[in-house]
């Protein structure tokens, strides 16, 4: 059986672009290596979005751009622009 | 009667309604945080839902005491009235040496009104880092979720760690995100929350002797570290709806974003008739 697993990292950035600042994270690990949890880091691990995929990570989902439902043009909810990324990493077992 | 001396300032007010939560670190005495911890070991008398304020927690009650003091009471007062309902409160313990933390929520459930429920937080012993402290994500309050289903979202930047001294207190908007930090320390934590309803409207229920304070718009005006570019200015916008709704005043407005997008004149030139 193969010893490597997928590491998945999602990024919220600024904005839309890749390119734009990160101003949420979340990090889950499978090769078991790492258990981050909420509320345990103050520092992202990238400036960008970009700065992640120049470290090795790959990124596979973009999120859509969808114009806001009629009436709700001006209220908050969720992160918009949630990047996900994966890499593979080698479990020690 | 409330001396006006304990009841929160305009400048106080428009920081609630920026980040969605007020602190008050050390503020009730040291012998109280001690019986209190004796009284929350041993377990809280419950009240029905609903009931008022004032009948909760009669006398003997440390837990009484502490909320009665006119300091506590100053900030209740300014935020939901002098007497409020009673919605639930709960001892929460995080036990020794965790591996995991609560995921990030807002309590109750998706919640749109304008007038708000606080949650008072009280931390009765010191909170150190190893110790966790709850998690705050500061300005989240506007935001429309329900409960848990931001718990994906790990690390904000600006969140806070409740790292504090005994007998701090949080008074929070309901809607604010928050989780119980994991506890590393071979204690266990102690946290004592209520939640209470307004029974008045809630406008200038604070002392608003510097309700013309410039300082109110800079405030209302800051970003979070964790907004968005373009989803940020719409909490100044919501920031700015909340403000007119507590102060009564129709006409303000931080920087022009809600006027400019009100502006729809109806007025016809003779010219085009």
Redesign the interface.
Known sequence: MSKLRQQVL?L????SALD?G??????YDGTGGT????????T?PYPTGLDALKDGWRVFQFPQLIPPYPGLE????????EFIFERLGEINA | MLDRANLLTSKQMASFVTDGFLRFDALVPDELNQAAMRELDGGLRGAPYGTPFSKLYPSPSVMGQILRSPAIQGIISSLVGPDPLFDHHAVHTRAANE??????HGDAVIDTRMHFDIQLMYYPHDIPLEM?GT?LVPGSH????NES??G??????G?I?MVCKAGTILALHHGIWH?G??NQTDRIRYMYKIRLNPTVRQLKLWNTDDLHDPEIGQILSQRQ???????GR??I??RSKMWRFLTGDESYDTDYWLKR?ENTPEHVLASAE
């Open positions: 999602v919220y950035l600024a904005d734009s990160v101003v949420g994270w979340s990090l258990a981050p949890i909420t509320g345990d880091d103050n992202p001006y209220s908050t909810s969720f992160l918009k622009h | 591996t995991q933390s609560q995921h990030l966790g998690v506007f935001r429309r979720i289903d931001i994906r979202y790990q690390n904000m930047r969140q760690a989780c930090r994991r570290p964790w907004y968005e570019w373009a989803t719409l909490e916008m919501n997008v």
